[in-house]
């Protein structure tokens, strides 16, 4: 008997409509693998794009998403020391917490053109107790480092020829000396960060002649942040992805410049607004891809790179974080000379952000990830990455499907430069150049059961539905050709198997004729 024979007309016989059943059940599951992401992907153009009626247009120019800012300010507890050529001795206070709230109001969008969005928005910062430390009040008194000060002693020796740069020193050290202006003040907390303003300052506001050199504060006080300003209220032209669903969120203009600022005096690409403000992106996210976002605060593009997959409410989400390579100095990095961050690595340079210039660095708290040379420069300051890395990078955490940012935290510290001057007094005792840290902030968003609610409103129930039933299908067609194989296998071992029993009986029988 050819056993091989015999089994393979059992493997013929059989495998042609086992074949044929798990080719039919791989091509079900390529047709679900690759239509489904298509239903996926127009169900999201539809639902997310920045238009009247979808869900993420409301939280777009409403956002619903609660948003805190934490303060936290570097005391300075031995000013007269430090205007004696002491080491800065530093205390950290707080945080203060404030509620921000950002509402944006439609200025148009064009019937002829639905891919467009012209909004302003408006900023409002309301303490709250319950997020600040224990015992901290608006009114609690912070030292620290005259900004108004620092900044017209650096746009007066700034200014030419010699002659009027002589004549700006003379005029400046009697304002300071009748106005009574040291290197430091004392201030309640709250109106360090929203409007401090004192006699010097309004001095440096009013004063004619100081108009004509160019040295004018454009307002009677300073301010670290705006709160309820119509200064913030800057038109922006944004793309509603109904045109190109790619393009959601991005800047097509911002405060009248389309494309580039003039912020940025280096160019090379400075000034270029790319991104968007960082409340929505693209939908369908692949990870490692790299997200920019346009910050105007600090008048400046940056981008997010790829890290990682995070959850939130047991919603998974892919997380975004600013590299390291942002603060690194001009010196080693020369992407960043176009910034003009030619300064110690761990800091940006923020000064043509203020008006008029004031020598501020960006960095992120405690100097993380920066020179050794910053903190060694003062007292107080100690970073404990172990504990503290999570506080103070720049994370951004967005939806993959609907390219919503779902939480989000930013972290910077605000510096300025401080060095020796033989032409004023109250510097003539440093030893610089030192970067004082004045404070720093930490804003950041909180994902709640409330705001999943209206994700899925906007239709991402129905999406992550989609998706399990595609990948279920597909599980259970894999499963479906495998069992195919498998009983494929056992069918024709049974064959075999009842051959071989039947073989062995056969000749006896043939025997027992004769």
Same mark, same amino acid.
């Given at each position: 008997?050819?056993?091989?024979?015999?089994?393979?007309?059992?493997?013929?016989?059989?495998?042609?409509?086992?074949?044929?059943?798990?080719?039919?059940?791989?091509?079900?599951?390529?047709?679900?693998?690759?239509?489904?992401?298509?239903?996926?992907?127009?169900?999201?153009? !539809?639902?997310?794009?920045?238009?009247?009626?979808?869900?993420?247009?409301?939280?777009?120019?409403?956002?619903?998403?609660?948003?805190?800012?934490?303060?936290?300010?570097?005391?300075?507890?031995?000013?007269?020391?430090?205007?004696?050529?002491?080491?800065?001795?530093?205390?950290?206070?707080?945080?203060?917490?404030?509620?921000?709230?950002?509402?944006?109001?439609?200025?148009?969008?064009?019937?002829?053109?639905?891919?467009?969005?012209?909004?302003?928005?408006?900023?409002?910062?309301?303490?709250?107790?319950?997020?600040?430390?224990?015992?901290?009040?608006?009114?609690?008194?912070?030292?620290?480092?005259?900004?108004?000060?620092?900044?017209?002693?650096?746009?007066?020796?700034?200014?030419?020829?010699?002659?009027?740069?002589?004549?700006?020193?003379?005029?400046?050290?009697?304002?300071?000396?009748?106005?009574?202006?040291?290197?430091? +003040?004392?201030?309640?907390?709250?109106?360090?960060?929203?409007?401090?303003?004192?006699?010097?300052?309004?001095?440096?506001?009013?004063?004619?002649?100081?108009?004509?050199?160019?040295?004018?504060?454009?307002?009677?006080?300073?301010? +670290?942040?705006?709160?309820?300003?119509?200064?913030?209220?800057?038109?922006?032209?944004?793309?509603?992805?109904?045109?190109?669903?790619?393009?959601?969120?991005?800047?097509?203009?911002?405060?009248?410049?389309?494309?580039?600022?003039?912020?940025?005096?280096?160019?090379?690409?400075?000034?270029?607004?790319?991104?968007?403000?960082?409340?929505?992106?693209?939908?369908?996210?692949?990870?490692?891809?790299?997200?920019?976002?346009?910050?105007?605060?600090?008048?400046?593009?940056?981008?997010?790179?790829?890290?990682?997959?995070?959850?939130? &409410?047991?919603?998974?989400?892919?997380?975004?974080?600013?590299?390291?390579?942002?603060?690194?100095?001009?010196?080693?990095?020369?992407?960043?000379?176009?910034?003009?961050?030619?300064?110690?690595?761990?800091?940006?340079?923020?000064?043509?952000?203020?008006?008029?210039?004031?020598?501020?660095?960006?960095?992120?708290?405690?100097?993380?990830?920066?020179?050794?040379?910053?903190? !060694?420069?003062?007292?107080?300051?100690?970073?404990?990455?172990?504990?503290?890395?999570?506080?103070?990078?720049?994370?951004?955490?967005?939806?993959?499907?609907?390219?919503?940012? +779902?939480?989000?935290?930013?972290?910077?510290?605000?510096?300025?430069?401080?060095?020796?001057?033989?032409?004023?007094?109250?510097? !003539?005792?440093?030893?610089?150049?030192?970067?004082?840290?004045?404070?720093?902030?930490?804003?950041?968003?909180?994902?709640?059961?409330?705001?999943?609610?209206?994700?899925?409103?906007?239709?991402?129930?129905?999406?992550?539905?989609?998706?399990?039933?595609?990948?279920?299908?597909?599980?259970?067609? &894999?499963?479906?050709? +495998?069992?195919?194989?498998?009983?494929?296998?056992?069918?024709?071992?049974?064959?075999?198997?009842?051959? !071989?029993?039947?073989?062995?009986?056969?000749?006896?029988?043939?025997?027992?004729?004769?």
């Amino acid at each position: 008997m050819n056993w091989k024979k015999h089994c393979s007309y059992c493997c013929c016989g059989t495998t042609p409509v086992l074949v044929i059943a798990a080719v039919a059940c791989v091509f079900i599951a390529a047709v679900l693998v690759l239509a489904v992401p298509t239903v996926v992907t127009q169900q999201v153009n !539809e639902r997310v794009t920045l238009v009247p009626g979808h869900t993420t247009y409301e939280q777009f120019l409403n956002p619903e998403l609660p948003v805190w800012k934490s303060i936290y300010f570097f005391n300075l507890t031995n000013p007269e020391g430090f205007v004696a050529g002491e080491k800065p001795v530093l205390e950290e206070k707080g945080p203060y917490g404030y509620r921000e709230y950002r509402i944006k109001t439609p200025v148009n969008i064009s019937n002829d053109n639905p891919d467009i969005l012209i909004y302003t928005q408006e900023r409002t910062f309301h303490f709250d107790p319950d997020k600040s430390a224990s015992g901290v009040t608006e009114e609690d008194v912070i030292c620290t480092v005259n900004l108004a000060l620092v900044g017209a002693v650096a746009e007066t020796l700034k200014l030419t020829p010699s002659l009027k740069k002589e004549g700006g020193i003379n005029l400046l050290k009697v304002l300071i000396s009748n106005k009574g202006a040291k290197l430091y +003040i004392c201030a309640g907390a709250s109106s360090l960060v929203w409007n401090y303003t004192d006699p010097f300052i309004q001095e440096l506001y009013g004063n004619s002649v100081l108009n004509t050199l160019g040295m004018n504060l454009p307002n009677p006080y300073i301010e +670290i942040q705006q709160n309820n300003s119509i200064n913030d209220s800057r038109p922006s032209t944004v793309y509603t992805g109904a045109g190109n669903i790619n393009n959601i969120g991005k800047f097509y203009k911002w405060n009248g410049h389309v494309g580039e600022l003039d912020t940025w005096p280096n160019g090379m690409g400075a000034n270029v607004i790319n991104g968007t403000e960082g409340l929505v992106f693209h939908p369908n996210q692949k990870e490692n891809e790299t997200l920019e976002s346009f910050q105007s605060d600090v008048l400046r593009s940056f981008q997010m790179v790829y890290v990682g997959k995070v959850k939130h &409410l047991d919603l998974e989400a892919y997380r975004y974080e600013l590299p390291n390579s942002t603060f690194e100095s001009a010196f080693n990095n020369s992407e960043n000379a176009r910034w003009g961050s030619w300064c110690p690595d761990g800091m940006i340079y923020l000064g043509p952000t203020q008006n008029p210039e004031v020598p501020v660095f960006g960095s992120k708290p405690h100097f993380l990830d920066g020179s050794p040379s910053l903190r !060694e420069a003062v007292t107080g300051l100690n970073p404990d990455p172990s504990r503290n890395r999570s506080a103070y990078d720049t994370t951004l955490d967005v939806h993959p499907v609907i390219g919503v940012n +779902i939480q989000f935290q930013r972290a910077l510290q605000i510096n300025v430069l401080l060095n020796h001057s033989e032409y004023f007094s109250q510097l !003539e005792n440093i030893d610089g150049p030192l970067y004082y840290p004045m404070l720093y902030v930490n804003e950041h968003s909180q994902f709640t059961p409330e705001v999943k609610t209206l994700l899925q409103k906007s239709g991402l129930t129905e999406i992550s539905i989609v998706e399990k039933v595609r990948w279920i299908a597909v599980a259970l067609l &894999l499963i479906g050709c +495998i069992t195919c194989f498998l009983v494929s296998l056992l069918a024709c071992r049974k064959f075999v198997k009842s051959r !071989e029993s039947s073989d062995a009986t056969t000749p006896l029988l043939k025997n027992a004729k004769h």
